[in-house]
């Protein structure tokens, strides 16, 4: 069979990461296709800001284009922030997915309303939709966000304290009315099982989700509207070395 | 390998379709994955209004409790108007998804907005949301629906003149800004491609959704939150025979 | 006076609850109206899922429709779920309301937003807006819904506990902010009275607002439009025995 | 039998429409209610501003007040733009409502998507929600408003020419995917019947709207809740001669 | 330099709020502007009701267009509740802001959701968006509603309680996740600074928000959209003396 | 007067539009304020795509913190994308604001609805709100975009084939029911005046817009909250030379 090959962009400098993704990824990822995972040159160590998000951006448009000449099929950025979505999607010819995204598409097709549990510098609560999910449209179907305040680095180590927070935040929303809880970070892969029967709901995995979702449209043949996210026409661009994007 | 089976269900008393989705369906399926095709014993001739959806719902149900007791892996209810979803999630173990809702899903996950055509006994036009999209929360990304005004039987008859009709519409629902166009009847399986080159924009084939969305569920094994689709509790549920429901 | 009547559909097999609503619809209903209260042959004993929505529809329909033959003016489907309704106004030429909608436009009539009291065999809590309501546009006057637990069948027994978890729900929602609260079952008719006097605020009774709702319907002379509610098409539909609907 | 008597405010201090209103909405008035039609003695002629609006509502809520006093059980403001509605509200025992609210509330009862047909000195079109209707809620419901460009003051002269131009106006909003048409001013009393049969959909006439959701809330013994529509507290309100009211 | 001169209408009948306004707005009137504040000869006290609203709005509108016709560039109606706004709006040719609007959209300059701390004769607490926000379209950027139950005509005395009144209801805003904190009465002018620094957020003036944006509206040589608010057609409007408005 | 500096940040590396705005913005900013306009070292030539949104974005944020550390008072983005807006009022002490929000917030505080007019390489035209437009929370007040296909690049030649197009444009908004026209891009500066006259509706210039509403800022002595815009935590980021950021 000839493989298909999914491109997980890591948008971070640091590969702390990649054996792990690759590990649980490769598991998860269905006959006919394989994972390729890369992370960032430069970048930011971990995206818990929209100054981070914005950093990586460049790094992984440009992985996404290498992904895409050296035969990738299709595109996964390995972010719940979703960093450089639109623009890959505008450069690209592959179908590109973000896990953020993802993850609330997977939610809501099993469930009513969502909660996302979420990491990061410091602890939030909010029960109005963010930023993201109102772009989405989808404000009516978000019943909060809970975050443990665990920082995005720390996760790799003390497993139990980060499950016994997440569980703590999760349990939170379903008292708000969540149906479904959607792991905010995909530093948490792997999680969503444990958790899941901690709590008795679905809780979705956002690198799982772009996996399959992007795995999904490889199937269908269908890939971004160019209507949506036309290709940039040509221009000067100037970019200092390091960052030498061409399209 | 062991074989994933997803139960199609046709929610018609027809079997019309069953040979066509049979043969498109088994070769879009992924590797580990087969369909398992079936009609209904009572239920509408084809699917053109609520009260047709109403009719067909629990049969559906009843196919899809009694795939689940065969061992089918998932169950995928082929029919735009989702006739008995929510009921099946709810007495279904395995995860259940509509052609209507999974459609509308792939096609934000690759465009901004997307427009639907449609067929069905008369000709309409609307740029606003009806029912099913605002209960999915999306009014916000709707562009419109243009229905032709082909009934579904004549679906499967000249072919040349559905895709001339469906080309018209679609290119009415772009001018007004749809990025994306959906068909709006799993009778349209298979067209997709062709209308797609047609009017340079992605289409989304319903079924060929929903099979992709319900095996990304079983991939991710994921299922229906009981938060949202509690198990219907026990009691006297008197029903004629031949409508003989047991859960 | 010619009387006009309204056709009151309990949508379940039961006729436990057929009595008490006579009576009470009865002294509700406006000069020149009577009631006509009938429950199922078949059917669900209560409803208390969408399973048992989807079981119970078809008969609500052709009750509905067997009623209009027997010369109603209009019927009210007379629970909150509002089983069949659409298919009903399909197919009926007499206006057809549901109780649940009907509560729900009573609500905002007399204040800014509502919360639902609600009974069920599980205690649910949700401030995220549940689909009917997202169906109807109404997300953003929606004050959130409070389940007590209490299972239908037991609403005719011990009404002092019905009464004092109802109000516990209601003050729950006051102090998320609704002003109106609504009865989420149209077994708890003829409690709307009391509740409000405990609680201070309006409470609506969905059976008694489908009653006024659709009065005034009648004395409007209006009904569903045929362009939200098209005649289904005459097509082969094969029903068993027992759900021998005719249109 | 006891009549109950509703106060129909004519917000103008124009007498004209008096006496058509009296006989119409007398014979819409259901069994054992009775209405009683006022002028104001200041105000604009007609209602087509909101610097109109602003300058009725003061005396609306006086009428409305005096009308209490005299025992009428319940008030309906007579004008689409529902002007004074919330303070008559907030002052008032009896029930009060809207010709504008009510027509709404009724015509999403009988269809899915409702579009506006108005008045006024100036022709307007506009897809967009306007001010009430977002506030309503009701944004994702609205299919359009069409405005004639025919003066209220007009309305009473040359029917011929309104209702072609009503019509031509409601026939765009059904191009646009309006469900049923709602007159966009009470000046247009009586006319919904012969616009319907024009153009073959449900027409709502909002005086008769407004006449038949108040008798409803009559009936059903509610009326706005306090905590949308607090009580005023007493304190100095300074007021010139002929705008002296008292609460 | 040619002073630019900003009319600030206190829309009540007493003057006890107008030194402050007049040496707090003065201070706070950028270069080249200069503020005069009047209040009104009739109208309410204070405003904390919508019929409080309804009675201020003639001679707010009466106010502006006499500051108008003085040569004011430029109108604010300070109140949190925009008494008189729209129809201020229509006949005024200078650009009209209202205090709550205006404070709104500074809110939403600087932060994603926001709450408003309320006053008035009692205390509430709502999560639901309240009409004017429904109305401005914003419901999904509100993060709810927190009133102290402190009268508006109490302000001026006892700075201290209500500052920590002020303090408890902004950290219970906090907590349910608003980024920015809106004084929803024009009557805690000056208090916004020491406020913003006891709960760490900023906390936005809405009096003060006013002047800056009708400032900004005045260097942008912009004002109200006719389309928006058309100019209101000559015809007889009858007043009572002391209501004697001219257009 | 100790002059406060708002610094511009024109998000290209061409220096084409420079001296145009730097006349233009110097004019329209209000005493006691001045303006330095910046280009970047690095970025696009123009930008007319999420590509060169993100390309532009992290030379914006190095031109905004290196002018906060010049001493400038407060800045603006002067791009209708606003490129980097949020990540740079995450690490900017100064209040931050891009022209694309503020010219939304400009219209709204004048008009109930309004419409964008665009330029870019390809026309479009749009019904259905754009991503920005729903981020924002402002669907319900959008009436369309309208794009006239002109390139940036050559917005500076041709002025009158420019306005042409723009009127043209701005007609079909209006005929769509937009009460305001928004120019959809900076390049246009000092076009608003004569498209106003030549259309008889008020017409947003974005990047005036944003001088005033961050001087507005300014002048309140407010910027954007820390709990929308948290703080990043120190952590590696690795960049390559020339986007040596640093905060």
């Not at 450069?91 to 990491?119: C, H, K, N, R, Y």
């Not at 019943?143 to 305040?149: L, P, R, V, Y």
């Amino acid at each position: 069979m000839n493989m298909k090959r999914i491109l997980v962009v890591n948008p971070i400098c640091s590969t702390e990461f990649d054996e792990k993704d690759r590990s649980i990824l490769s598991k998860a990822a269905p006959p006919g296709f394989e994972v390729y995972v890369v992370s960032l040159e430069y970048g930011p160590q971990t995206i818990e800001s929209y100054y981070d998000d914005m950093l990586a951006s460049p790094f992984v448009v440009k992985s996404i284009l290498e992904g895409e000449k050296k035969g990738c099929n299709a595109a996964m950025i390995n972010c719940f922030m979703d960093p450089g979505l639109k623009a890959a999607r505008e450069v690209a010819s592959i179908p590109v997915v973000g896990a953020g995204e993802s993850a609330v598409m997977t939610a809501i097709l099993i469930g009513d309303s969502f909660g996302i549990v979420d990491v990061g510098p410091e602890p939030i609560s909010k029960n109005t939709p963010p930023p993201f999910i109102r772009e989405l449209g989808l404000a009516s179907r978000f019943a909060g966000i809970k975050g443990t305040g665990i920082p995005v680095h720390a996760l790799l180590h003390d497993k139990g304290k980060v499950m016994s927070s997440l569980k703590e935040a999760a349990n939170s929303l379903l008292r708000n009315g969540a149906d479904v809880i959607v792991l905010g970070c995909t530093g948490l892969i792997g999680m969503a099982k444990e958790l899941s029967e901690e709590i008795g709901v679905p809780v979705v995995d956002p690198a799982i989700s772009a996996l399959n979702m992007v795995v999904a449209l490889v199937n269908m043949d269908l890939r971004q509207s160019r209507r949506s996210y036309m290709t940039p026409p040509p221009k000067i661009r100037k970019l200092p070395e390091g960052l030498d994007l061409k399209i």
